[in-house]
């Protein structure tokens, strides 16, 4: 066995257990509980004064990497940083800071935030962590010790850095000490979402799924696709947490069946139009996929099953929905559209339009009018196979292209009129019933159970963002589980190994290769001159800081953990 297929069967392993509920589901279940009052740890009156709808901080240290997708509109990609094409050979090891806190899925599954020379990292133990960006030396560090499935992460702004908890929380930490100021309760599982900052509100969302309230500190404590819960967006007060509004994915009533359906959960930053405050979410699949034995094929939910699969534009001030448009209705196969979107504009005749464009795990890339939501051009984008099928026969099994683990998994990136789409060709075996599910949790098992990583390629893909149209695309071998990262004339992503490509952004060929000392499923942030990547899957999880002209040198990979057979599957 070759090293990296001893890598790969290891991360098999990890990615087996990916969606798998803690306990046992019960047949039927009653809708979710109502939210939890948000509680300040440090008891103050409140900061009435107004506030800037642009964090501080946010604004001063725009030229570094101040959220998830860099900027509100998620372009993910930097012209300030001295890491070019014709400098990117030069990077070397500057440091390496070892990730403690290492849950079920290793120890990073989302990307960092980089402000005044300081870098927040939060690991798949809930642990947040403020390091010096020169040097990777902690200046504080908050534990929180919950495992998290990720993609979590925090946020800054207005003095404070916010994230989600393990189990239903989000917390403000105080920027420069980490001290804790308040701790929020949300419905429904916390640990799979970054939060947003911008209006004087933390913009957050909660995923799907009933909360095991049995679950330890070093278990997870979300019961996935659970009946009756629904995804969850807030807008939360930036000083004292209080929920301020909410939005509930899944329409009131369940789709007539409260005790079998759920689903729509949230995964993603949203997008921010500066302008006009509003926010812009993409949001996940309905459940039971593709069904369970009481109601094959989907029949506990007909209809589209709104406001699952969709671009959904939300008033920043209130949350009241100013427009939907849904991607894909009545999913029979968990085809999400839970990218964060991405903002930009496109000429139209003499003027300019803005738009909004989304993606997901459905494996295509949609552009809307922003203000309307009218569809402006939709292109699909990997392998496409039964994906369009509205019923499964029922006694047959079909493989589908993209599975429940395919698609566009991760972040796009956009730079000047081109966007670069990750893409996992990954398929997944279906019944009608999911394998003689009793549930939607034992349905999604029953499906993630049998898919084979062996079979996994991937490409990056270059699109006009005008038109939809290819502008290039290149294939890999090996399964890619991170983003496109744009730096200068480069856009950057890693492979599920964790080997690391520079690809020109023109043409999309190799400029530049790196094998870092562990597996990738988290995406790079970028300043000045410092690349910063989430190892978060091996023996050894790092966050590793690659720079110009630095000396060091990384581990010498190894495998990272002895291959053994896959666990059985039920049905």
């Not at 309760?185 to 095991?212: C, F, S």
């Not at 909004?356 to 196979?385: C, F, N």
Request: include cysteine.
């Amino acid at each position: 066995m070759t090293l990296k297929q001893a890598r790969l069967c290891a991360l098999m392993i990890l990615l087996i257990t990916l969606s798998a509920p803690i306990a046992d589901a019960q047949d039927e279940v009653q809708p979710g509980p109502s939210p939890t009052p948000g509680v300040v740890a440090t008891p103050s009156a409140p900061d009435t004064s107004p506030v800037p709808a642009i964090p501080p901080e946010v604004e001063q240290y725009a030229a570094e990497w101040v959220m998830s997708g860099r900027d509100y509109a998620n372009t993910r990609a930097t012209f300030d940083s001295s890491i070019d094409s014709s400098s990117v050979d030069q990077l070397g090891v500057a440091w390496m800071f070892e990730i403690p806190g290492i849950g079920s899925y290793g120890g990073a599954a989302s990307g960092v935030v980089i402000a005044g020379g300081i870098v927040y990292f939060q690991d798949l133990r809930s642990n947040v962590y403020a390091l010096d960006l020169e040097t990777g030396s902690p200046i504080w560090i908050h534990e929180e010790n919950q495992n998290v499935l990720g993609p979590n992460g925090p946020a800054i702004g207005y003095g404070k850095v916010f994230a989600q908890a393990g189990t239903n929380t989000i917390f403000a930490l105080d920027l420069e000490t980490g001290e804790l100021l308040w701790r929020t309760g949300l419905e429904g599982p916390t640990g799979a979402q970054q939060p947003y900052v911008y209006g004087g509100y933390v913009l957050t969302a909660a995923v799907a799924g009933e909360i095991n309230s049995e679950a330890q500190g070093n278990q997870d404590a979300r019961q996935g696709y659970a009946a009756g819960y629904s995804g969850i967006i807030y807008a939360l007060d930036h000083a004292t947490g209080e929920i301020v509004w909410r939005f509930q994915v899944v329409e009131e009533g369940f789709w007539g069946n409260p005790n079998v359906n759920g689903g729509g959960g949230v995964w993603y930053p949203p997008a921010v139009d500066t302008e006009t405050g509003v926010t812009f979410w993409g949001t996940g699949n309905p459940a039971p996929f593709p069904g369970i034995v009481r109601y094959p094929n989907a029949a506990s939910r007909p209809g589209d099953n709104l406001y699952t699969n969709s671009m959904v534009a939300l008033d920043g001030e209130t949350g009241e929905m100013l427009w939907y448009n849904q991607a894909k209705p009545h999913d029979l196969f968990d085809l999400d559209f839970q990218s964060s979107p991405i903002l930009t504009t496109i000429a139209d005749g003499d003027s300019e339009r803005a738009i909004v464009i989304g993606s997901g795990k459905m494996g295509e890339v949609i552009a809307y009018d922003r203000e309307t939501g009218e569809e402006l051009w939709r292109t699909p984008v990997g392998m496409h196979q039964n994906d369009d099928l509205t019923e499964i026969p029922l006694d047959e099994a079909i493989t589908v292209y993209p599975g429940v683990w395919g698609g566009v998994q991760t972040p796009l990136a956009y730079a000047e009129g081109v966007i670069f789409a990750p893409v996992l060709n990954l398929p997944s075996v279906y019944t009608a019933n999911a394998f003689g599910a009793a549930d939607g949790t034992e349905a999604v098992l029953n499906t993630t159970g049998r898919i084979n990583v062996w079979e996994g390629t991937s490409e990056m893909v270059a699109l006009d963002a005008a038109t939809g149209d290819l502008v290039w695309q290149r294939e890999f071998d090996e399964p890619l589980f991170s983003s496109a990262t744009v730096i200068n004339d480069l856009v950057l992503t890693s492979m599920y190994d964790g080997t690391t490509y520079a690809l020109s952004r023109e043409d999309g060929s190799i400029v530049w290769t790196y094998e870092p000392p562990g597996g990738i499923i988290a995406w790079a942030a970028v300043a000045n001159d410092t690349l910063i990547l989430p190892i978060g899957i091996g023996s050894r999880p790092v966050l590793l800081a690659l720079r110009l002209d630095a000396q060091g040198v990384a581990p010498t990979p190894q495998p990272w953990l002895t291959p053994v057979p896959s666990p059985e599957v039920q049905g």
